[in-house]
């Protein structure tokens, strides 16, 4: 076999840490691989020539769009604007090579561009949690889950934010060559050689709040102030004035997930808050959002991705 092409998308207001860490991955030569081959990386750029790159400095792009047609993967690192139209040609150079087999590749605000082509619709993805939400409104055809490092689809692969870039080109390695070559080239980029793409993002995620006018809202209200209880949604649709079935079925419309998920959910984040701020036993900080000692370790790191001390050596101030 020849080298693995590689075709990696760049534009004006590029951020550069996607940019490099897919050229880190796939641009870099490792002869000491000793593999049957490698990657052979090329920029492209809807228009060749100097881009200027968030940070105040220029990269120059050598190749254009023709390059996708030989391409057997395609990166998007990002788009310039999540507000605004991906151009037609870059929507149809990206059809056109996924088109002929090629696999393609976004990390975080890429998945718009692969939304706009189409190779989304009706597929799990992924992009960075700040978008999640704008990403769902525009393209309504797309499963998106905001929870994870990358969703791997075969021929489609959609990464989170920035870091997360590392995840999904290690992986990809991974899957071309084997779990031994991926960790090789881990070491040598000094980074962990392997995160399961099921890892939550590490996100500051808003609280979900239901319309003003909706009695779900009150109920939202009252398990946020009660989160040290044991609430069932029995007690939460009373709070609704609706019968459960209404509660259950309202709740998802207002908010996405069934109550039991979301009150699990806020419990977490509190706790995750809890363990950021103090020292306090985790068994203690399980107990005032409402959870046993094993259960808001299990939760936390459903949730989370990782253990609750582990947490806490990360993130306490």
């Not at 507000?83 to 998945?111: D, F, K, N």
């Not at 050689?193 to 609280?207: I, K, L, N």
């Not at 009150?218 to 939460?236: C, G, I, K, Q």
Request: with cysteine; net charge neutral.
């Amino acid at each position: 076999m020849g080298p693995h092409r590689i075709a990696c998308l760049a534009f004006d207001g590029m951020p550069p840490f996607e940019l490099a860490t897919v050229a880190e991955a796939f641009a870099v030569p490792r002869p000491e691989l000793d593999v049957e081959w490698w990657y052979r990386f090329e920029l492209c750029a809807e228009v060749p020539g100097p881009h200027r790159i968030v940070g105040g400095f220029d990269i120059v792009v050598h190749h254009g769009l023709d390059r996708l047609r030989y391409a057997d993967t395609v990166v998007v690192p990002a788009v310039a604007d999540v507000r605004r139209p991906v151009s037609p040609a870059v929507v149809h150079a990206l059809r056109e090579a996924h088109g002929r087999g090629a696999r393609v590749v976004s990390i975080c605000s890429g998945a718009f561009a692969l939304a706009a082509a189409g190779l989304l619709d009706g597929k799990e993805a992924t992009t960075h949690w700040r978008h999640a939400r704008l990403l769902r409104e525009r393209h309504p055809q797309v499963k998106v889950n905001a929870s994870v490092l990358y969703v791997d689809d075969g021929s489609v692969v959609t990464g989170a934010g920035t870091a997360a870039g590392i995840d999904v080109c290690l992986h990809l390695i991974r899957s071309d060559h084997g779990a031994d070559v991926a960790t090789r080239v881990a070491r040598r980029m000094v980074v962990a050689s392997h995160r399961e793409g099921g890892q939550a993002q590490f996100a500051e995620h808003p609280v979900d709040e239901a319309p003003s006018d909706d009695p779900i809202s009150s109920a939202m209200r009252y398990a946020l102030d009660n989160l040290h209880r044991r609430l069932t949604v029995d007690e939460l649709a009373g709070v609704a004035h609706l019968s459960v079935r209404q509660f259950e079925r309202r709740f998802v419309d207002a908010v996405g997930s069934p109550p039991g998920r979301w009150l699990i959910r806020q419990r977490v984040r509190a706790g995750a808050g809890l363990l950021e701020a103090g020292d306090q036993p985790i068994d203690k900080v399980a107990d005032r959002v409402g959870l046993t000692g094993a259960g808001f370790r299990h939760h936390f790191r459903d949730v989370i991705g990782v253990s609750p001390s582990a947490y806490r050596r990360q993130f306490r101030h």
